[in-house]
Every structure is written in C-alpha cells, then in structure tokens.
C-alpha cells in the first residue's frame, strides 16, 4: 500500500526548443563549453517567432563542428563537402526558389575553402541567410590555423603564435555585396535571436557572424580559460555599435569587440536581376522564375510523407 501512494509519475516539462531537434541524435558531439549549441536554441527561438512555414526552410552546413548543426535540427537538413555549403544552397535556392535556404557552417569550412564560394554568393546576392559560427580555430581537425585566428595566437600548427592578419568577416561579407551584415557574440543571445530572425526574413544575401567559445583547442591553448571564462571575455569587452563602418570592426587577440548590426539595405537579389535582364531581351519568350510559386508536386521529396521520420537529412 505505501508503494502505491509513492507510484505517482511526475510530467516533465518540454524543453522549449525540443521540437525542433532530432531528439534521437542527441546527445550531440560538442566540447562541455563550446557556444554552438547555444547559438543553435537562439536560431530555434528565431525560426519559432519568424512566421515561417517550415516545411520550406532548408538548411546547409559543410565539415566542422558547427557542420553537426544540420543533422542535429529537424528541418530538411543537408551536410554537404568541406566548403562546399555555399554552392549545395545555391542549387537549392536556383531549383525551388519558394525554399528559405540557410547556411550554417564555421569560419574555416565558409572562409577558407569555402572562401571563392562565400564572395561570390554575396555578390550575387543570392537568398540565403549564411550564419557563421567563428571560433577562430579549426576545432575538429586539430587546431590549425584558420583565416580567422587573430595575430599571436597559438595554434597546433602555428605554434609559437600566428603572423598572419585574419579577415574582418562583417567587411568582407559588406564589401563582396551581402545586403544585410551583422556581428554578436555567443554571450548575447536576446539580441544574436533578434539578428538571425531578422537575417531570415531578408531577402538576399543575409550574413550573421556569432563568436562562440573553443574551450578545448583555443582557449586552453592559448592559456584563456575555459567556456565560461570567454562568456566573462565576451560580456566585459563587447560594445555594441549599430551601424558600425565595417571596416572598424577587426578583431585582435583578447581584444575589444564590436557587435552590432552594421550593414541593412537593398538590392536586387540573383533571381530578381536574372529575371529582369531576360524580360528585357526575350520579352514574352521568358518564363521568369517565381519565388512563391509552389513547386511541382512529382518533384517533391518523398520525406514528406514521412512525418514520423521527421524531415530530410542527407
């Protein structure tokens, strides 16, 4: 009888963002520390508030840490090449213009290998949203020096300290033609969430670097703590800028940061130009490609009818 009065099954509560995972890939490969997991709860929190459907939200990531996004969020999901996540969402994009494509990759695979790719989808300006988790290292594959490692840090193959200048990605993306650029650290998480649902819901080429801490082949190789102590790091010497000139805004080792929105205009994306230059040329001839024109149906995905399975994942 005393064991029945203590047979009482206790609800526990959802974690708010849990239907957007695939829950049955958990637990997830991240070092204890590393800030992608918590840029992935802000890009959930902002695909919840964004209003959009879904089923039409494609998103893409290369080889890396950050590259375990993709299998990990339960939306279509695509891990493609090293570097090659730019021009796998590119056909996406081209092929069914209704899909909202996002990019969700680190510094190393968007900007070294995939550096050609990078400036030449931002000066299409290409719709798509390209969030780049920068770590200033390449995490999984041993430390190396990346094309974001600020002057005199340490890395596994730049032992006695970096002599190379690092790219100012926000100028970067500014100047290669992305429509909207803006730059917050793992730390800011209310204002990161605001960034990404505002990135998606721009169309063109919209970029959002997020500094994130490398606990395990950053920070404890060049002697910073671990996670927590770069959250301290990133709360202490961050200055928020809106509207910042880009070009101010390089980074240094254990320097000062400036996050902020800093680029929010407009301009034609790839479709919109392609579809005005043949209207001029061929006139009736020309079927223009339309971005909310539903697909055709025999070329849908078979995951569809999948519901149980969750949506796609390559």
Known sequence: MAEELYDIEVAVPENPIESFLRMDRMPHIWCPGCGIGTTVNCFARALETSGLDLDKVAIVSGIGCTGRVAGYVRLDSFHTTHGRAIPFASGLKLANPSLKVVVYSGDGDLTAIGGN??????????????????????????????????????????????????????????????????RW????????????KEALLKKGFSFVEILAPCPTLYSRRNKLGDGLDQMVYYKNSSEIKNGAETKSVALDLQGKIIVGKFVDKERPTYIDAMNEHFRK?????YIPSDENKEPNPCLERKSRSAASAGRASF
């Open 117 to 182: 790719h990078f400036i030449h989808a931002a000066r299409r300006n290409l719709d798509m949203t390209v969030i780049l988790i920068n770590n200033f290292i390449y995490g999984m594959t041993g430390g190396q020096v990346a094309p974001t490692t600020p002057i005199g840090a340490s890395a596994s193959t730049a032992p006695h300290g970096s002599f190379e200048e690092a790219f100012n990605l926000p100028f970067l993306a500014e100047s290669c033609g992305a429509v909207y650029v803006a």
């Open 185 to 196: 650290t793992a730390y800011h998480v209310r204002h990161l969430t605001k960034a990404i």
């Open 281 to 285: 040329r061929l006139g009736d001839r």
